[in-house]
């Protein structure tokens, strides 16, 4: 079998992107609560959309099997979310009421809040990222490689740091940030979750071995 390789995102990638995001994403018991489509629609297809020049894949022979992307500027993706994005997937997506209940209303709560993702304290940090790989190409230093494409991509445009929000209780994330030289910050305000964050220089050596 051929190695996996990364190569910037095509469209054709983007079933393959929203498969592995549905799969690693919300990979709970609840999950089933949640539309199809729901996630991706919120953590990979604005990025895809809106930005997909600083969208990457592991293409493995026959598809993405994982990907990393993202927004050079958080507070101008934030307003063409709402202004671009938002009434293209609102339809299936409808907001939830004042107070969500289940999985899906919970999610769908954060779709129509795009506001969310702008936070005053971040604003030096002001690039963010998700990253995602299915379980076969975990730990084998395609996340790390994956990183350091998207890291080049956004230092080459003259963005000089950026975070990423996580869950608390992924502590292999955790571990995996703090290994790329991630640093937490603190975030007043913020609802729950841990905000990291980093400059976007790669190590020297490493661009060589992406």
């Known amino acids: 079998m051929p190695q996996p390789v990364i190569r910037p995102y095509r469209p054709a990638d983007r079933d393959a992107v929203y498969d592995v995001c549905r799969r690693t994403v919300f990979p709970r018991a609840d999950a089933a609560e949640v539309h199809p489509d729901l996630m991706a629609d919120i953590f990979a297809g604005p990025y895809l959309h809106l930005q997909p020049e600083l969208a990457f894949v592991l293409d493995d022979g026959e598809r993405a099997v994982g990907y990393v992307i993202g927004a050079a500027d958080t507070v101008s993706f934030a307003a063409e979310f709402a202004e671009v994005w938002l009434p293209m997937v609102a339809d299936r997506h409808p907001p939830p009421g004042d107070l969500p209940h289940t999985p899906d209303e919970e999610m769908r709560a954060l779709l129509h809040a795009p506001g969310r993702m702008v936070h005053p304290v971040l604003a030096d940090h002001p ?84």
């Open 127 to 210: 690039a963010h990222l998700h990253i995602d790989l299915l379980p076969q190409v975990q730990r084998s230093g395609y996340g790390r490689a994956l990183m350091w494409t998207l890291l080049a991509a956004l230092n080459a445009r003259g963005v000089p740091r950026v975070h990423l929000g996580m869950v608390p209780e992924n502590v292999a994330a955790r571990a995996f940030y703090d290994r790329l030289g991630f640093e937490e910050i603190t975030v007043p305000g913020a609802a729950r979750g841990t905000y990291l964050g980093r400059s976007t220089e790669v190590p020297a050596g490493q661009a060589e071995r992406r």
